[in-house]
């Protein structure tokens, strides 16, 4: 199965002069994504491809090139000497989507902020409300195949020259799914990282992601199965010549 190609090209991007916080700033970006090799001509094969019916057609040969045009406006302030805060608005408007009439709209505001408790520990925090439409035989409904709330939790600690720790706590609230398809519950996340590095050229990791389940659903499938990321233990090595 290939991989979506997806060019992004910036349209307009304006934060103003280098100038002191609080400042505003915007960004106006074109996507394009093509379709995968599944999506075109994709089949779900329920048993032996010689018994009929057991092979069902999941693809679009015929599906377009998505586009998107995202805009955002932004602000961002110092609370204080270690806060930073940033807010934002964002509106994306697809064309050549999935939907029957092939136009979606997703709109919703982000919320990040930054708190810097010594040179060793900082934390980051966000939350983004989602909500979106799609016309579908020329009636606009509502789009419910993303959360209409997230959050992210992270920790990045280094607890002395040697030693780090690290961890990503991650919500994304249930999605209703389509009739006579399954949805998804809420998502809770738990990541964890330890790193060593016992000099300047020697590094290394341990990580463990989706700490709470083993396996849940993170997305609705074009073949209305709720496929999850289960979970894993990753390790890092990296040797630098000085």
Same mark, same amino acid.
């Given at each position: 199965?290939?991989?979506?190609?997806?060019?992004?090209?910036?349209l !307009? $991007? *304006?934060?103003?002069? =280098? $100038?002191?916080?609080?400042?505003f700033?915007?960004?106006? +970006? =074109?996507?394009?994504?093509?379709?995968?090799?599944?999506?075109l001509?994709?089949e779900?094969?329920?048993?032996? %491809?010689?018994?009929p019916?057991?092979?069902q %057609?999941?693809?679009? %040969?015929?599906?377009d090139?998505? *586009?998107?045009i995202?805009?955002e #406006?932004g *602000?961002?302030?110092q #609370?204080? $000497?270690? +806060?930073?805060?940033?807010? @934002?608005i964002?509106?994306?408007?697809?064309?050549?989507t999935?939907?029957?009439?092939?136009?979606t709209n997703t709109?919703g505001?982000?919320?990040?902020? /930054?708190h810097?408790?010594?040179?060793?520990? =900082?934390?980051?925090?966000?939350y983004?409300?989602h909500q979106g439409?799609?016309?579908?035989?020329?009636?606009?409904?509502n789009n419910?195949?993303?959360? =209409?709330?997230?959050?992210?939790?992270?920790?990045?600690?280094?607890?002395?020259?040697?030693?780090?720790?690290? @961890?990503? &706590?991650y919500?994304?609230?249930?999605?209703?799914? %389509?009739?006579?398809a399954?949805?998804?519950?809420?998502?809770?996340?738990?990541?964890?990282?330890?790193?060593?590095?016992?000099?300047?050229? &020697?590094?290394?990791? #341990?990580? $463990?992601?989706?700490? #709470?389940? *083993?396996i /849940?659903?993170?997305?609705?499938?074009?073949?209305r199965?709720?496929?999850?990321t289960?979970r894993?233990?990753? !390790?890092?090595?990296?040797y630098s !010549?000085?």
């Amino acid at each position: 199965m290939t991989s979506p190609v997806t060019n992004t090209n910036p349209l !307009f $991007v *304006y934060s103003g002069r =280098k $100038v002191p916080i609080p400042y505003f700033w915007g960004s106006l +970006t =074109k996507a394009v994504s093509t379709p995968t090799r599944s999506e075109l001509h994709g089949e779900l094969i329920f048993c032996d %491809p010689s018994i009929p019916g057991c092979v069902q %057609p999941i693809g679009d %040969p015929e599906a377009d090139t998505e *586009y998107v045009i995202a805009s955002e #406006l932004g *602000y961002r302030s110092q #609370l204080t $000497v270690n +806060t930073l805060v940033d807010l @934002a608005i964002f509106n994306n408007n697809y064309t050549h989507t999935d939907d029957i009439d092939g136009k979606t709209n997703t709109h919703g505001i982000e919320i990040l902020s /930054q708190h810097i408790f010594s040179k060793d520990w =900082k934390i980051e925090a966000s939350y983004t409300y989602h909500q979106g439409e799609r016309r579908v035989n020329g009636t606009e409904e509502n789009n419910n195949t993303i959360p =209409k709330n997230t959050f992210n939790f992270r920790s990045f600690w280094n607890i002395n020259t040697h030693w780090e720790f690290d @961890a990503l &706590l991650y919500y994304a609230s249930h999605i209703d799914a %389509p009739v006579a398809a399954p949805g998804l519950k809420d998502i809770r996340r738990l990541d964890l990282r330890v790193g060593w590095n016992p000099n300047k050229s &020697l590094r290394s990791s #341990l990580s $463990v992601t989706n700490v #709470l389940d *083993y396996i /849940q659903g993170e997305a609705l499938e074009l073949t209305r199965v709720n496929t999850g990321t289960g979970r894993g233990i990753f !390790f890092s090595l990296e040797y630098s !010549f000085n």
